[in-house]
């Protein structure tokens, strides 16, 4: 009876969390879409496109390594899994080093990567640090996810999210009504909501598995364990990134900006369906 009403809670607040975030984003972006025009607005969906693309890397570790740990945790081997998460987070800071160093170059070459509007290339270079900062910080902090999944309070988790949504949402009023719109408040708003929801992880790592430590002890073998269970996501991954993602960088590159930006702003709605089924089968992933 207990689980069945966990994972009532879990439902209903992961729908909750679902509903937030795009409405918030459904309300904003109509002005957003005014106030910067339509082809900056599609630069910040081709950042997170290039997100997508870096993180392809830690897929196949990331998709398995909470499942280890829970594992461990109900096995009472409380070594073991501080011995996972430990070796994620080491892997976790030096791919996001050399994601750091990728991105500046990324960043710094921009124009020549893809093709902007002159008179917005620097907001545009602007607006994908902030995305790429995001990115990074959530690679960072990825691990501590482990202790509303191990607990499966993906009520809590949820809540979590919901308060990153508000977050966001209050800095892009805020930065757009009350200061001249920039299309890069889009990704400062990312970047406060992702750090928001990474020290929220950590605390709640703390607090919900309190036997999970810091020792910084690295096994490949680990990492190896975790990542050849997780190949088969990693090519579910890249087919997705291949068939959702890679449109803008085709229209930006063949077509125009502007094109690149009508098409990011007429998918907003398809990948939110999209995204439904994703949110609800995550939901029995712990038990």
């Known amino acids: 009876m207990k689980n069945k009403k966990q994972l009532a809670k879990n439902i209903i607040f992961s729908a909750i969390a679902f509903a937030v975030g795009p409405g918030i984003n459904l309300l904003l972006y109509p002005y957003v879409i005014k106030n910067v025009g339509v082809e900056a607005f599609g630069f910040a969906a081709l950042a997170v496109s290039f997100v997508g693309y870096a993180q392809l890397s830690t897929v196949a570790v990331h998709s398995m390594a909470a499942r280890f740990m829970t594992v461990e945790l109900y096995e009472g081997n409380i070594e ?45 270079k602007v607006l994908f640090t902030f995305i790429f900062s995001a990115s990074i910080v959530s690679v960072l902090c990825n691990t501590f996810g482990i202790g509303t999944f191990a607990s499966n309070r993906l009520d809590i988790a949820s809540f979590r999210d919901i308060s990153g949504s508000i977050i966001r949402g209050l800095a892009l009023f805020i930065l757009f009504f009350y200061f001249v719109p920039n299309v890069y408040y ?17 605390f709640l790592t703390r607090h919900l598995q309190p036997d999970i ?9 680990a990492l190896i364990e975790i990542a050849s269970s997780g190949m088969w996501n990693l090519l579910g991954r890249l087919s997705g990134i291949l068939s959702q993602g890679i449109d803008l960088l085709i229209a930006n590159l063949f077509i125009s900006p502007a094109a690149m930006g009508i098409i990011s702003v007429s998918k907003t709605l398809p990948i939110m369906f999209i995204n439904i089924t994703g949110v609800f089968i995550g939901v029995f992933a712990p038990q």
């Open 213 to 221: 430590k810091i020792n910084w002890k690295f096994e490949l073998r």
């Open 186 to 202: 889009l990704g400062a708003a990312t970047f406060l909501m992702n750090v928001s929801v990474s020290i929220s992880n950590i």
């Open 80 to 124: 073991g899994a501080n011995r996972y998460f430990n070796s994620v987070l080491i892997m976790n800071i030096i791919v996001s080093i050399i994601m750091a160093i990728v991105f500046s170059f990324c960043v710094i070459y921009l124009e020549k990567i893809v093709r902007i509007s002159p008179e917005i290339v620097a907001d545009v």
